[in-house]
């Protein structure tokens, strides 16, 4: 059932534990030195990744499993194997340990990322709602941006433990808080059919096609660009520029169609960068709101599975689609770019914009069909 008003507190909360599970990935990669000092001998960087392959693996079956058991449940089950597993890791134990746990902890970091904003869909207004999912989209910069300056010095089994009383933390107050019975259709359990079934269906695919095109641009041109540019600042200012986008597309998208900010936005950042090729000195100063549109792009593509999905199941495994792709985005965008696009950077970028804004222009086309 949807409320008449927005319960803004309860969507704070349920924001605040998107942070963390954001944090489930910046709080390896900030302290990939003292692990390296831990696990003297071991490739400590796939620690980052591990959470990663799940969403590559199973996206779709956490958009099932939430679908059948509802949004409620899944978040307060994830928190409950997030906190176990980040605990155990706390420990520091061997590293093959600490990888299986950071599997472990994989499939709740999955769970909460497609059970939030499927909830937070939910509770939403109708009004409300676009914003609700543009606040949502930028979870994973701002949680980063956070843990960055929360971390500093410390050493990871402090950091690591921080973050699993926080997840414990917010079980117990999201299972005090949280209502019953937002959810009203559920789904039988997930099969292997339900691969078929979104990836035959427009609807349930689209938003997850454009968000993985943007998560392998973006991850990879905030990597690149800086020393491309020559301008190491830049690592700071893109992602900050990504989430000022993202918060817009919250408000850009109570008036215009998510899925028309999406392809317009692939079209856009393609003149940009086209525009930044050729500006020589003046390059950075379109570069920089280049990457806004990128993150109106990624908050419009949250806020378009509640537009083409009036069902909650049906929202549910739009989302688990969304983390799939969006997982296989940032997996694979930043090898590939350093394996084509050594010294061609932006005409790569350029060329990906324009096959993106056709082809998510197609899916969504079919999609509000």
Same mark, same amino acid.
């Given at each position: 059932m949807i409320p008449r008003r927005t319960p803004w507190p309860l969507i704070a909360a349920l924001y605040v534990t998107g942070l963390l599970a954001g944090a489930q990935f910046s709080k390896v990669s900030l302290t990939l030195e003292g692990l390296a000092g831990v696990y003297p001998g071991w490739t400590v960087a796939f620690a980052v990744s591990g959470v990663a392959v799940m969403g590559v693996l199973f996206g779709v079956f956490a958009g099932g499993i939430t679908a059948s058991i509802g949004p409620?449940?899944?978040? $307060?089950?994830? $928190?409950?194997?997030?906190?176990?597993?980040?605990?155990?890791?706390?420990?520091?134990?061997?590293?093959?340990?600490l990888m299986a746990l950071r599997v472990v902890e994989g499939a709740g970091h999955l769970l909460l990322v497609v059970a939030v904003p499927t909830l937070m869909a939910g509770l939403a207004s109708d009004k409300?709602?676009?914003?609700?999912?543009?606040?949502?989209?930028?979870?994973f910069g701002v949680g980063f941006a956070i843990a960055a300056l929360l971390v500093g010095d410390a050493g990871p089994g402090l950091v690591y433990a921080v973050h699993a009383a926080g997840m414990g933390a917010m079980l117990a107050l999201l299972s005090w808080i949280l209502p019953k019975g937002v959810v009203t259709v559920r789904r039988p359990l997930p099969r292997l059919s339900d691969h078929l079934l979104i990836y035959s269906t427009p609807r349930l695919f689209a938003p997850g096609l454009g968000h993985g095109i943007y998560a392998?641009?973006?991850?990879?041109?905030?990597?690149?660009? %800086?020393?491309?540019?020559?301008?190491?600042? $830049?690592?700071?200012?893109?992602?900050?520029?990504?989430?000022?986008?993202?918060?817009?597309?919250?408000?850009?998208?109570?008036?215009?169609?998510?899925?028309?900010?999406?392809?317009?936005?692939?079209?856009?950042?393609?003149?940009?960068?086209?525009?930044?090729?050729?500006?020589?000195?003046?390059?950075?100063?379109?570069?920089? %709101?280049?990457?806004?549109?990128?993150?109106?792009?990624?908050?419009?593509?949250?806020?378009?599975?509640?537009? $083409?999905?009036?069902?909650?199941?049906?929202?549910?495994?739009?989302?688990?689609?969304?983390?799939?792709?969006?997982?296989?985005?940032?997996?694979?965008?930043?090898?590939?770019?350093?394996?084509?696009?050594?010294?061609?950077?932006?005409?790569?970028t350029i060329a990906i914009c324009v096959l993106a804004a056709v082809v998510t222009g197609l899916a969504y086309r079919a999609a509000r069909r």
């Open positions: 409620r449940r899944a978040i $307060l089950i994830a $928190l409950g194997i997030s906190g176990l597993a980040g605990a155990a890791e706390a420990l520091l134990p061997p590293f093959p340990v409300d709602r676009p914003m609700v999912m543009g606040i949502w989209a930028t979870f392998a641009l973006f991850l990879a041109l905030v990597t690149f660009l %800086p020393a491309a540019f020559e301008a190491p600042w $830049l690592a700071a200012v893109l992602p900050l520029a990504g989430i000022a986008g993202s918060f817009a597309a919250g408000v850009m998208a109570r008036f215009i169609a998510p899925g028309t900010l999406v392809w317009t936005g692939f079209v856009t950042m393609a003149v940009m960068f086209t525009v930044t090729y050729v500006s020589g000195p003046y390059a950075i100063y379109v570069l920089i %709101p280049a990457m806004l549109v990128s993150g109106i792009i990624a908050g419009a593509g949250f806020a378009a599975v509640p537009w $083409l999905n009036a069902a909650d199941d049906d929202r549910a495994l739009s989302n688990g689609a969304l983390a799939q792709l969006g997982n296989i985005g940032t997996f694979s965008g930043t090898p590939v770019f350093a394996a084509i696009a050594v010294g061609a950077y932006l005409p790569v």
